[in-house]
């Protein structure tokens, strides 16, 4: 039978001064909790996940899989617990994972499920750069584990031990219920330790057995610093993961991209830009300084930026280009097609070719419904121009600059709808002498 997995995520966030949950927090733009599913789904056949009472938005986030809610929160080893009534039947083997680790790889977590076939009990361990407050893996002669011991609980010779654990246990679902039900809480939080089950292992002359892996990976998130400190581990990863498939970044700690940026060969990236979720940036596109995109897709040699903005829905398409200053948003900027500088388009469609003059807006919102704005092939929209939408303006249309246009313009037709200006000789201003 294949594994199942319990991820523990009723946590408060209390360090995180929040009033959301601590697993909600986003990281490369989206909850950690969904990062460590992602991992967790490659590997398991079964979920359940442990909220507190009260965290719809937290259960919602989670769907579809099973959710145990923890109503006191009483430890860790009391956590696992509650979840195990949801794997009713279940005989296989179950590990249990912490969701403010959402780091943990799918390739860690395999080789934590392949080191069951060597011992009873397996658990995730590592060694940090500053090992601070994390309970010490203590081994024993044969170099099998002996037991966790709690930093709070722990002797200055125990504190000393650089191994430390990242509290993820993984045993058959028989075993693993019987030790948490034997878990008691005689420590100095008086809290149930689901660590303690490796002492209870050890008791009945199991095997258990630590696998080590990166600090990044297993490191906890319990504050805003450490918020930060894995978002700049999951952005350097992203970033080398993108450079390595053929994107060239001029200043890569200055890119900042989501979970699922995808990005074709030959791409460029100049400084400072962001990249919000459901971004896909095809072959040979360019994206310039200070721009930010999200939810749309830019297509072979584009060019994009300095200082856009592409907001979700927005497709441009190959060879387009769209200048400093302009803000996109579900519209498609057709093939070669132009909007160079100071405009705003909205629920748009642009025909290939066209050219958008600076200034340009499509006013697509009444103040009740939002309207659409088409604009032919090949057509010249003027500067400074406002589109009332819903309106159409022909191919090879022209619109003469300074226009408000609220009725459709036809093919290949010239409109100009502005006040006619009225020259009055010899009212200018007469300033004064000096």
Known sequence: MSAAAIILAAGLGTRMRSSKPKVMHPLGGR?????????????????????GPDMPELEAAVAPHAVAVQRERLGTGHAALQAMPQLGGHDGDVAVLYGDNPLVSEATLGR??????????????????????YGRVVTAADGMVERIVEWADATEAERAIGLCNAGVVCAASADLARWLAAVGNANAKGEYYLTDVVALARAEGRRVRAVEAPEAE???????????????????GLRAAAMEAGVT????????????????????????????????IEEGAVIRAFSHLEGCTVKRHAIIGPYARLRPGTVVEARAHVGNFVELKA??????????????????????????????????????????????????????????A??????????????????????????????????????GFKGKGT
Not at 112 to 133: I, N, Q, T, Y
Not at 218 to 236: H, M, P
């Open 331 to 388: 519209t498609t900027l057709g093939e070669g097609a132009k909007a160079n500088h100071l405009a705003y388009l909205g629920d748009a469609t642009i025909g290939a070719g066209a050219n958008i003059g600076a200034g340009t807006i499509t006013c697509n919102y009444d103040g009740v419904n939002k309207h659409r704005t088409e604009i032919g092939e090949g057509a010249f929209i003027g500067s400074d121009t406002a589109l009332v």
């Open 31 to 51: 909850p950690m909790i969904r990062h460590l599913l992602a991992a967790v789904e490659a590997r398991f056949g079964r979920v359940v996940v442990v909220v």
């Open 249 to 280: 970044m001029l200043a890569p700690e200055t890119v900042f991209l989501a979970h699922d940026t995808r990005f074709g060969p030959d791409v460029t990236l100049e400084p400072h830009i962001v990249f919000g979720p459901g971004v896909s």
């Open 112 to 133: 934590l499920l392949a080191a069951r076939a060597e011992a009873d009990l397996v658990l995730l361990a590592m060694r940090p750069a500053d090992p601070g407050r």
């Open 218 to 236: 297993l490191r906890g998130i319990n504050s805003r610093a450490e918020l930060a400190a894995a978002e700049a581990t999951l952005q350097a």
């Open 390 to 427: 819903p309106v159409k303006v022909g191919a090879r249309a022209l619109v003469g600059a300074g226009s408000v246009i609220t009725a459709n313009v036809p093919d290949d037709a010239l409109a100009i709808a502005r006040g006619r200006q009225t020259v009055f000789a010899g009212r």
